[in-house]
C-alpha cells in the first residue's frame, strides 16, 4: 500500500499521490500546483499525536454528514480520541466532494453509528465527529481521520470499557514477556504486533512506572521494574557475600 494524501485544490479525479517517503508518485502531467510539504504529511503528523492505543475493528459505519444523506464505510481503527473509516471513491466524494485540503480543525462535523464488537455482544454507539484529513489509501480505497467531539447516551462509556477490555489483555502478556530483557524486534516476534504497536504498548507501561529501558541505539532493551529490582538485589546480595569472603580471607592472613 502507499501512503498519501489529498491536497488543494485538486479534485479526487486529479489527486496528488505521494509515496510515505514525500516524493511524488503520481501527479499532473504539467506538474503544477504541488502542495506544500507541510500538508503532504499532515495525516501523518496528527496520526502521531494520536496518543491513545488504536485498536483495528473492520466494522461497518453509518457516516452522516450535515448536510448530506448518511452513507456506509467501514471503521478500520478506534482508540479513545477517534476513528480512522476507509471507503471507496464514490463514497469519499459525497462525504468531501471538492477533494480540497482539510485543514486543521477545520473539518466538517459528521454523525456517525457503529456497533462496538464486545466480545459478549455488540453495543450500539453515535458519535459527533470532526473530519481532520483524507488518506489515499490506494486508487481505489479512501481513509479519513475522524476525531469525537459530542457523544450520545453511553457512548463515551462505552468506547473507554471497549478500548480498555482490549489492551488490558495485550499488556499483561507484554509484561509477562519482560520477566527478562528483550529488544522492541523480541517483543515485536513474540506479540505478533507491529513496531509502532510495540511502542505504543510499551510507552503506556513506561508512563505507569512499570518497566525501565536500558541500552543505546539499536541495542534498547526493555525490562518490567519488578524483574530488575529482583535482579539489582540478588547482584547486591552476591556482592556483599563476595566482600564479607574477601574479609574473611584477609583476617585470616
Same mark, same amino acid.
Given at each position: 500500500?502507499?501512503?498519501?494524501?489529498?491536497?488543494?485544490?485538486?479534485?479526487?479525479?486529479?489527486?496528488?499521490?505521494?509515496?510515505?517517503?514525500?516524493?511524488?508518485?503520481?501527479?499532473?502531467?504539467?506538474?503544477?500546483?504541488?502542495?506544500?510539504?507541510?500538508?503532504?504529511?499532515?495525516?501523518?503528523?496528527?496520526?502521531?499525536?494520536?496518543?491513545?492505543?488504536?485498536?483495528?475493528?473492520?466494522?461497518?459505519?453509518?457516516?452522516?454528514?450535515?448536510?448530506?444523506?448518511?452513507?456506509?464505510?467501514?471503521?478500520?481503527?478506534?482508540?479513545?480520541?477517534?476513528? $480512522?473509516?476507509?471507503?471507496?471513491? !464514490?463514497?469519499?466524494?459525497? +462525504?468531501?466532494?471538492? %477533494?480540497?485540503? @482539510?485543514?486543521? /480543525?477545520? &473539518?466538517?462535523?459528521?454523525?456517525?453509528?457503529?456497533?462496538?464488537?464486545?466480545?459478549?455482544?455488540?453495543?450500539?454507539?453515535?458519535?459527533?465527529?470532526?473530519?481532520?484529513?483524507?488518506?489515499?489509501?490506494?486508487?481505489?480505497?479512501?481513509?479519513?481521520?475522524?476525531?469525537?467531539?459530542?457523544?450520545?447516551?453511553?457512548?463515551?462509556?462505552?468506547?473507554?470499557?471497549?478500548?480498555?477490555?482490549?489492551?488490558?489483555?495485550?499488556?499483561?502478556?507484554?509484561?509477562?514477556?519482560?520477566?527478562?530483557?528483550?529488544?522492541?524486534?523480541?517483543?515485536?516476534?513474540?506479540?505478533?504486533? $507491529?513496531?509502532?504497536?510495540?511502542? !505504543?504498548?510499551?510507552?503506556? +507501561?513506561?508512563?505507569? %512506572?512499570?518497566? @525501565?529501558?536500558? /541500552?543505546? &541505539?539499536?541495542?534498547?532493551?526493555?525490562?518490567?521494574?519488578?524483574?530488575?529490582?529482583?535482579?539489582?538485589?540478588?547482584?547486591?546480595?552476591?556482592?556483599?557475600?563476595?566482600?564479607?569472603?574477601?574479609?574473611?580471607?584477609?583476617?585470616?592472613?
Amino acid at each position: 500500500l502507499i501512503d498519501c494524501v489529498i491536497a488543494a485544490p485538486l479534485s479526487l479525479d486529479r489527486a496528488w499521490i505521494y509515496e510515505s517517503t514525500g516524493e511524488l508518485a503520481m501527479a499532473k502531467a504539467d506538474g503544477t500546483n504541488k502542495p506544500k510539504p507541510e500538508q503532504n504529511k499532515l495525516h501523518e503528523a496528527l496520526e502521531r499525536r494520536r496518543k491513545y492505543p488504536r485498536i483495528v475493528i473492520n466494522v461497518p459505519v453509518s457516516i452522516k454528514p450535515e448536510k448530506t444523506n448518511a452513507v456506509t464505510a467501514m471503521v478500520h481503527d478506534i482508540s479513545i480520541d477517534g476513528i $480512522q473509516v476507509r471507503c471507496d471513491r !464514490e463514497t469519499t466524494k459525497q +462525504l468531501h466532494p471538492t %477533494g480540497t485540503f @482539510i485543514k486543521e /480543525g477545520k &473539518g466538517p462535523l459528521v454523525e456517525v453509528k457503529f456497533d462496538l464488537p464486545f466480545k459478549t455482544q455488540p453495543e450500539q454507539i453515535t458519535i459527533t465527529c470532526q473530519i481532520y484529513y483524507l488518506t489515499v489509501i490506494s486508487k481505489t480505497e479512501f481513509a479519513f481521520g475522524l476525531m469525537f467531539r459530542k457523544y450520545s447516551d453511553k457512548s463515551a462509556a462505552l468506547v473507554d470499557r471497549f478500548i480498555m477490555d482490549e489492551i488490558i489483555p495485550v499488556e499483561d502478556k507484554v509484561r509477562t514477556f519482560l520477566q527478562e530483557p528483550r529488544s522492541r524486534k523480541e517483543i515485536s516476534t513474540y506479540m505478533n504486533m $507491529q513496531g509502532n504497536e510495540v511502542a !505504543e504498548v510499551l510507552d503506556r +507501561l513506561q508512563v505507569k %512506572g512499570e518497566i @525501565i529501558s536500558f /541500552g543505546d &541505539g539499536r541495542d534498547v532493551r526493555h525490562l518490567k521494574l519488578s524483574a530488575a529490582m529482583t535482579t539489582i538485589f540478588n547482584t547486591l546480595d552476591r556482592l556483599e557475600q563476595r566482600l564479607q569472603r574477601l574479609e574473611q580471607a584477609s583476617s585470616g592472613k
